[in-house]
């Protein structure tokens, strides 16, 4: 009867039955928060006689997307950072390659020409041969960590050893993303309301969307694209949440109310959202789950809304209230 208690139960199977790339992103963060060999594989050369630790992260949001673990080393007053994409099976997103690329320039332009910003590509071995893997500049596999720290009596580590070794498992099983009808419905008939009410956003064309796809970010809208405000300003929908935001990454809620107050509408607040603040215009929520036609006049007031905030960052040039990156 032993054999059929819960506990018995649990130490037949991994600690982490369902392996998500966020599990391992804090694994790898708080290991890296320790001295040991996992410093010198992300080092990987750079200064690694007189370099130290200097901080690791995870889920830096910024304009273009999601960095998965930002690590830092420093030597003197240069560093080396890096921005690493964790995958265990689950395809690039949509240019998502070149978007570190992008975000990586930004960051080296901020840093003395000694520094260095680096991007990484965490993931099992096989990853390696998905197309977009060889724009990253560096890559670390799982079986690179797992043989750094292979030789550690220690039993923290060696809990991440075990856990990436089942990410590699979970990739040799494939992976398939799961597209959900209701939710691409929903993004082809925002998209379909932008060409007719706001063709200047630029919204791409949607192809497939899973069911937690929620958030549009207008990268490509006219006065307000990436290239024209170098990443330091975009416009997202958030049907789901009821909200539209002119959104400043790493920006103080305090400083943006000094910089844009004499400029607002009356229906325009100053909002928070992680390391950035937005000027934001309430709209009304669109449900994911139901037919888009029940929703057209909701979806018209978001795209309404953010060609209003697309036109009040052009009008009062608000591009000049950018800091440099």
């Not at 039993?155 to 959900?180: A, C, D, M």
């Not at 607040?269 to 934001?280: K, M």
């Amino acid at each position: 009867m032993t054999n059929s208690t819960p506990l018995a139960h649990l130490k037949s199977r991994p600690p982490m039955q369902w392996l998500r790339e966020r599990d391992v992103d804090l694994l790898i963060c708080s290991e890296l928060h320790s001295p040991g060999p996992l410093w010198d594989l992300f080092l990987g050369g750079w200064n690694s006689s007189v370099a130290e630790f200097d901080g690791a992260w995870v889920s830096w949001q910024d304009v273009d997307g999601e960095t998965d673990i930002v690590v830092s080393f420093k030597a003197g007053d240069n560093v080396l950072i890096l921005l690493i994409e964790d995958k265990i099976d689950a395809p690039f997103q949509p240019d998502q390659p070149g978007r570190y690329g992008a975000r990586a320039q930004r960051w080296q332009a901020s840093l003395s020409s000694q520094s260095e910003v680096q991007t990484v590509l965490l993931a099992p071995g096989e990853y390696s041969e998905n197309e977009g893997s060889d724009l990253f500049d560096r890559q670390i596999s799982y079986e690179d960590v797992i043989a750094a720290l292979s030789g550690s009596g220690d039993p923290r580590p060696q809990f991440l050893v075990q856990t990436l070794k089942n990410g590699i498992e979970s990739h040799k099983q494939g992976y398939t993303p799961q597209p959900s009808e209701a939710t691409t419905r929903v993004w082809c008939a925002i998209w379909d309301c932008v060409n007719s009410e706001a063709p200047r956003l630029r919204m791409e064309e949607p192809i497939s969307k899973p069911a937690r796809a929620g958030f549009i970010y207008f990268n490509s809208a006219v006065g307000v694209s990436s290239t024209q405000t170098q990443g330091r300003a975009v416009i997202v929908y958030k049907p789901g949440h009821g909200n539209v935001d002119l959104q400043f990454p790493n920006t103080k809620v305090a400083t943006l109310e000094d910089a844009v107050a004499s400029v607002l509408d009356s229906d325009m607040t100053i909002a928070e959202a992680g390391e950035s603040a937005s000027i934001r215009l309430k709209v009304p929520r669109v449900d994911f789950g139901l037919p888009p036609d029940d929703q057209r006049d909701a979806i018209r007031q978001g795209v309404v809304a953010a060609e209003r905030l697309r036109c009040l960052f052009i009008e009062n040039r608000l591009l000049g209230l950018l800091l440099p990156a």
